[in-house]
Nanobody, 123 residues
Framework: VQLQASGGGLVQAGGSLRLSCEASGRTSSTYAISWFRQVPGEDREFVAGISWSGGGTYYGDSVKGRFTMSGDNAKNTVYLQMNSLKPEDTAVYYC?????????????????WGQGTQVTVSS
């Protein structure tokens, strides 16, 4: 499975961005797809996840109520709508996937990584 992330950029605090992650390759299987983020010198942090088979979404505590993850099966694409952005949301955001239905919240369980997309929130 190949993952292509896009949609990052520079935004002022309080603004919004939408990230996209398009999957290609063996997309007929059941996957859990998640977004992680990383700032230099720190570990990758779980942001949000979704089960490709139609399961629910789940979020990291730092983004609950502000970020919304959704998926479009026809386009093999998931989205991360980020609202009320804060400077501390600044990071490189990565989409990631793992075969199966289990929630994907730990970077060590990721089987496929997309390239990162930079999100910068200015104060």
């Amino acid at each position: 499975v190949q993952l292509q992330a896009s949609g990052g950029g520079l935004v002022q605090a309080g603004g919004s961005l939408r990230l996209s992650c398009e999957a290609s390759g063996r997309t007929s299987s059941t996957y859990a797809i998640s977004w992680f983020r990383q700032v230099p010198g720190e570990d990758r942090e779980f942001v949000a996840g979704i089960s490709w088979s139609g399961g629910g979404t789940y979020y990291g505590d730092s983004v609950k109520g502000r970020f919304t993850m959704s998926g479009d099966n026809a386009k093999n694409t998931v989205y991360l709508q980020m609202n009320s952005l804060k400077p501390e949301d600044t990071a490189v955001y990565y989409c990631a996937a793992r075969v199966g239905r289990a929630s994907l919240t730990r970077p060590t369980l990721v089987e496929y990584w997309g390239q990162g997309t930079q999100v910068t929130v200015s104060s």
